[in-house]
């Protein structure tokens, strides 16, 4: 018999069964749960609900039965639909009619919003710890390759010289962006929705700070409808899962296209690469090919989110419950996608030697040398004219901006002197952009301490995103 069927003079039917049931999945919420209905027994005890006899015996009954599920000897059925009846049932089986009395002054819906907070705001930490991580990689290569020049694009057609360092730090500090989106949803999850009770709160004296301190929250919610009817803090823990995914997929086709003998400007390990089974040549970078296939599927956990909760009336409403598996989903792709990722940049081989000649092609030096005239005197949008005619010139005679006579020079402008060979060469390029945020070495060194202090201030101080270790 359910314990909600105090009403009915049926049973449910199977098939209602099979689709009401989410113990199938929210099962991994029993941690919480249990932590959960242990706080709220002793606050129930303390303000006076229930003796301290069926306090004691329910919290003796709730920490053997979490021990008993961590070592596998709990069965979990769909005859108690989810991992709150299913605990209760087990507790009531237990200790008898003291665990009759844990459900008091409480609802599924104050629960379930308590669990989900609570497994969210652990997970969190785990996810940062991860980012940061693939941080660390990304300085270390970076420091490694400061000098190495390659062609920056705009729409994929080259355009400027850089480093390979700072295109490097550029993902770094996207990197680092979600790491602060992670720690914000952190944060602003941290109210505790239990006391809510099914959506109007409840006529016990309970103490819903008491609660709300012993479970790690910052307060109460101050509303108790809104306790229980909104996920907005799963949408936000989806928006920036979703926002990480997408820069890993953009660094993902980069390193597609950087594999492929058409740039070939890196090489992956054998460990991070694939073969096929007809063509014995390939060498495939599945690993980024299933990075950048993952986004697509951790967007649709958000956008499935998002069109069920769009026209839900307050409070609680059945359609929530499918609030949990894209949750669960998204998190284990996050967190299946980040570490064979950081590994797979941690043990690429770097061909410098690719990446400079497709720099020496495609006169990405061209605003250098419209630069140059400028600072010679000549209005820039002249400058940028003059160097227009002169890529022409070099594009029907072979030639690169760099291999002109000073004689050719000078028929475009008499400005040009030997000085400009220097000027225009692809490592004075990258070393005299000294812009802030530039790749000259002075700006990708400063890049990378102030990421590197970034991750250090994380590794070592309580935060939002400190990995929970008691979980």
Same mark, same amino acid.
């Given at each position: 018999?359910?314990?909600?069927? /105090?009403?009915?003079?049926?049973?449910?039917?199977?098939?209602?069964?099979?689709?009401?049931?989410?113990?199938?999945?929210?099962?991994?919420?029993?941690?919480?749960?249990?932590?959960?209905?242990?706080?709220?027994?002793?606050?129930?005890?303390?303000?006076?609900?229930?003796?301290?006899?069926?306090?004691?015996?329910?919290?003796?009954?709730?920490? %053997?039965?979490?021990?008993?599920?961590?070592?596998?000897?709990?069965?979990?059925?769909?005859?108690?639909?989810?991992?709150?009846?299913?605990?209760?049932?087990?507790?009531?089986?237990?200790?008898?009619?003291?665990?009759? $009395?844990?459900?008091?002054?409480?609802? $599924?819906?104050?629960?379930?919003?308590?669990?989900?907070?609570?497994?969210?705001?652990?997970?969190? &930490?785990?996810?940062?710890?991860?980012?940061?991580?693939?941080? +660390?990689?990304?300085?270390?290569?970076? #420091?490694?390759?400061?000098?190495?020049?390659?062609?920056?694009?705009?729409?994929?057609?080259?355009?400027?010289?850089?480093?390979?360092?700072?295109?490097?730090? @550029?993902?770094?500090?996207?990197?680092?962006?979600?790491?602060?989106?992670?720690?914000?949803?952190? @944060?602003?999850?941290?109210?505790?929705?239990?006391?809510?009770?099914?959506?109007?709160?409840?006529?016990?004296?309970?103490? $819903?700070?008491?609660? @709300?301190?012993?479970?790690?929250?910052?307060?109460?919610?101050?509303?108790?409808?809104?306790?229980?009817?909104?996920?907005?803090?799963?949408?936000?823990?989806?928006?920036?899962?979703?926002?990480?995914?997408?820069?890993?997929?953009?660094?993902?086709?980069?390193?597609?296209?950087?594999?492929?003998?058409?740039? #070939?400007?890196?090489?992956?390990?054998?460990?991070?690469?694939?073969?096929?089974?007809?063509?014995?040549?390939? #060498?495939?970078?599945?690993?980024?090919? =299933?990075?950048?296939?993952?986004? /697509?599927?951790?967007? *649709?956990?958000?956008?499935?989110?998002?069109?069920?909760? #769009?026209?839900?009336?307050?409070?609680?409403?059945? !359609?929530?419950?499918?609030?949990?598996?894209?949750?669960? !989903?998204?998190? !284990?792709?996050?967190?299946?996608?980040? &570490?064979?990722?950081?590994?797979?940049?941690?043990?690429?081989?770097?061909?410098?030697?690719?990446?400079?000649?497709?720099?020496?092609?495609?006169?990405?030096?061209?605003?250098?040398?419209?630069?140059? =005239?400028?600072?010679?005197?000549?209005?820039?949008?002249?400058?940028? %004219?003059?160097?227009?005619?002169?890529?022409?010139?070099?594009?029907?005679?072979?030639?690169?901006?760099? +291999?002109?006579?000073?004689? +050719?020079?000078? %028929?475009?402008?008499?400005?040009? /002197?030997?000085?400009?060979? +220097?000027?225009?060469?692809?490592?004075?390029?990258?070393?005299?952009?000294?812009?802030? *945020?530039? &790749?000259?070495?002075?700006?990708?060194?400063?890049?990378?301490?102030?990421?590197?202090?970034?991750?250090?201030?994380? $590794?070592?101080?309580?935060?939002?995103?400190?990995?929970?270790?008691?979980?």
């Amino acid at each position: 018999m359910k314990l909600w069927s /105090g009403r009915f003079e049926k049973e449910t039917d199977n098939l209602v069964d099979a689709l009401n049931a989410s113990i199938g999945f929210d099962q991994r919420l029993y941690r919480e749960d249990i932590t959960g209905s242990m706080a709220h027994a002793r606050m129930l005890g303390a303000c006076g609900i229930i003796s301290p006899e069926d306090t004691d015996a329910i919290l003796e009954g709730l920490q %053997a039965i979490l021990q008993d599920v961590e070592a596998g000897k709990v069965q979990f059925t769909t005859d108690h639909e989810d991992i709150h009846m299913n605990v209760e049932a087990l507790l009531t089986a237990r200790i008898g009619e003291a665990g009759k $009395r844990l459900h008091t002054a409480r609802s $599924r819906n104050d629960q379930v919003a308590l669990d989900l907070r609570m497994y969210i705001r652990a997970r969190i &930490p785990k996810i940062v710890d991860l980012l940061l991580g693939l941080e +660390e990689v990304l300085c270390g290569q970076a #420091k490694e390759y400061q000098t190495a020049v390659m062609p920056g694009y705009t729409h994929l057609q080259r355009a400027q010289p850089i480093s390979f360092a700072q295109h490097l730090l @550029a993902y770094a500090s996207m990197f680092s962006r979600d790491v602060t989106r992670l720690e914000d949803c952190a @944060a602003r999850l941290n109210e505790c929705p239990l006391g809510s009770g099914a959506l109007a709160g409840t006529t016990y004296p309970i103490d $819903r700070w008491q609660t @709300a301190r012993e479970l790690g929250f910052d307060a109460p919610m101050s509303n108790s409808l809104d306790g229980v009817s909104d996920r907005d803090y799963v949408l936000e823990l989806l928006s920036a899962l979703s926002i990480l995914m997408m820069h890993l997929s953009r660094f993902s086709e980069e390193i597609i296209l950087w594999c492929s003998w058409e740039f #070939k400007f890196i090489e992956l390990d054998d460990a991070y690469a694939t073969g096929s089974s007809i063509m014995p040549q390939k #060498k495939n970078p599945d690993v980024a090919e =299933l990075v950048r296939g993952k986004t /697509g599927r951790v967007y *649709g956990d958000l956008v499935s989110l998002l069109t069920t909760m #769009k026209g839900l009336p307050l409070a609680y409403n059945k !359609d929530m419950q499918e609030d949990k598996e894209p949750v669960f !989903d998204a998190i !284990d792709t996050v967190e299946m996608c980040l &570490p064979v990722f950081a590994a797979m940049l941690k043990t690429m081989t770097v061909c410098t030697g690719n990446m400079r000649r497709a720099a020496g092609k495609g006169f990405i030096n061209a605003t250098d040398c419209a630069d140059y =005239l400028t600072k010679k005197g000549m209005p820039f949008r002249d400058a940028y %004219a003059v160097t227009g005619r002169l890529v022409a010139h070099c594009t029907a005679q072979g030639k690169t901006l760099e +291999e002109l006579s000073l004689e +050719e020079l000078a %028929a475009f402008s008499r400005l040009f /002197g030997e000085d400009f060979y +220097e000027a225009v060469s692809l490592e004075s390029c990258m070393a005299l952009r000294v812009s802030y *945020g530039g &790749p000259a070495v002075s700006e990708t060194t400063r890049q990378l301490e102030a990421i590197e202090a970034f991750v250090s201030a994380r $590794r070592g101080q309580d935060h939002p995103g400190k990995p929970n270790t008691d979980q």
